[in-house]
C-alpha cells in the first residue's frame, strides 16, 4: 500500500464530504442529468413521488442525491412502460435506501489508498486483526481482507 501526503489529504477531505448532509442539487441539475424538464420533476413532488429540501417557501428546491437516485429509478420504469403512478410505487422502496450509500462511505469508510496499483477504499475492521478493502481492478470491484497485525 502506498502512502501519500496527497493520499491522506484526499483521505480528510473525502470523509468530510460524504458526512456532509448538504450534497443537494437543484431542479436544473436534476433535469439536466435526468433527461427530465424542471416541471415534471415539480409535479413528482407536487403528486408527492419526491420530496425536496425547500430553502424558502415558494423558493429554490433542492434534492438530495438519494432523491436524485429515486428519480433515474421513476424515469427508468417509465421508460420501460410503466406509468408514474406505477413507476412511483415501484421506486418508494429507495426510501428505505436513499442514505446508505452516503452514510456507508461517510461512516464507514476509514481510508483510501492503492493496493497492487489500484484504488482501493477501507472500510474498516472485520475483527480485532482484520481489515475488509474494496479494490477497483478496470471493470470490477474487489474485496480483499487484509491482516493488520503487526509482525514482530
Given at each position: 500500500?502506498?502512502?501519500?501526503?496527497?493520499?491522506?489529504?484526499?483521505?480528510?477531505?473525502?470523509?468530510?464530504?460524504?458526512?456532509?448532509?448538504?450534497?443537494?442539487?437543484?431542479?436544473?441539475?436534476?433535469?439536466?442529468?435526468?433527461?427530465?424538464?424542471?416541471?415534471?420533476?415539480?409535479?413528482?413532488?407536487?403528486?408527492?413521488?419526491?420530496?425536496?429540501?425547500?430553502?424558502?417557501?415558494?423558493?429554490?428546491?433542492?434534492?438530495?442525491?438519494?432523491?436524485?437516485?429515486?428519480?433515474?429509478?421513476?424515469?427508468?420504469?417509465?421508460?420501460?412502460?410503466?406509468?408514474l403512478t406505477v413507476a412511483a410505487k415501484k421506486a418508494?422502496?429507495?426510501?428505505?435506501?436513499k442514505n446508505l450509500v452516503r452514510k456507508t462511505i461517510?461512516?464507514?469508510?476509514?481510508?483510501?489508498?492503492?493496493?497492487?496499483?489500484?484504488?482501493?477504499?477501507?472500510?474498516?475492521?472485520?475483527?480485532?486483526?482484520?481489515?475488509?478493502?474494496?479494490?477497483?481492478?478496470?471493470?470490477?470491484?474487489?474485496?480483499?481482507?487484509?491482516?493488520?497485525?503487526?509482525?514482530?
Amino acid at each position: 500500500m502506498e502512502k501519500s501526503d496527497q493520499i491522506e489529504d484526499l483521505n480528510r477531505r473525502m470523509r468530510q464530504i460524504f458526512k456532509s448532509e448538504s450534497m443537494l442539487m437543484n431542479v436544473g441539475d436534476i433535469a439536466k442529468n435526468t433527461g427530465l424538464t424542471p416541471s415534471q420533476i415539480r409535479y413528482w413532488e407536487k403528486c408527492g413521488y419526491i420530496k425536496s429540501k425547500s430553502v424558502l417557501k415558494n423558493k429554490t428546491h433542492k434534492y438530495t442525491t438519494g432523491t436524485y437516485l429515486k428519480i433515474k429509478l421513476i424515469k427508468s420504469y417509465l421508460d420501460s412502460g410503466f406509468t408514474l403512478t406505477v413507476a412511483a410505487k415501484k421506486a418508494s422502496i429507495m426510501d428505505k435506501f436513499k442514505n446508505l450509500v452516503r452514510k456507508t462511505i461517510g461512516g464507514r469508510m476509514i481510508e483510501m489508498n492503492i493496493i497492487d496499483n489500484y484504488p482501493a477504499l477501507n472500510f474498516g475492521k472485520v475483527d480485532e486483526h482484520h481489515q475488509i478493502w474494496f479494490i477497483v481492478k478496470k471493470d470490477r470491484v474487489d474485496a480483499k481482507i487484509i491482516d493488520t497485525k503487526i509482525k514482530k
